[in-house]
């Protein structure tokens, strides 16, 4: 049997290659989204994070997402980066997989994240996990620039 190229840690907002992975994504984002990097830094604290996800090839952390709760039924999924040498090759997937399942052992029946338009290859990729674009939401609500995604959970699973 061939081992998994990547592994995943459930930890919080707390641990330092978590923090490390998001000071990278901070750096992209800000050079993605230029002026409206701000706008959009004020939702992306992480401080209070108590559900977080870690990928690592090896000992190398290379990927991570987290869990937000969202109110009833649902968690945000927040902070999804991977590192550009392991895009592309099933990180993302891994993190994305074990925040859902962490979601649905919490009882809950779905997850919502919010993407900006000027990142095409995280928009394919949520849509290819089964993300479907629903109206913007919240503090994005009104945002040229934002898309909004949900994934429902099947009862069966």
């Not at 995280?122 to 913007?136: M, P, R, S």
């Amino acid at each position: 049997m061939q081992k998994e190229r990547f592994t995943t840690v459930r930890t919080d907002s707390r641990d330092p290659d978590f923090r490390l992975l998001v000071e990278k994504l901070d750096a992209e984002l800000s050079l993605r989204d230029g002026p409206d990097h701000s706008f959009y830094h004020q939702f992306n604290g992480i401080e209070d994070l108590d559900r977080v996800v870690v990928a690592y090839e090896g000992s190398v952390p290379v990927a991570c997402g987290a869990l937000k709760p969202f109110g009833g039924e649902a968690m945000e999924i927040k902070r999804m980066f991977v590192l550009q040498l392991y895009r592309g090759k099933g990180a993302a997937q891994k993190v994305i997989h074990a925040l859902e399942e962490w979601a649905r052992e919490s009882g809950l029946s779905r997850c919502v994240l919010e993407t900006g338009k000027r990142q095409p290859e995280a928009i394919a990729f949520y849509q290819k996990t089964g993300y479907v674009q629903i109206e913007n939401y919240g503090p994005y609500r009104g945002i040229e620039n934002s898309l909004c995604f949900e994934k429902c959970f099947e009862e069966d699973q």
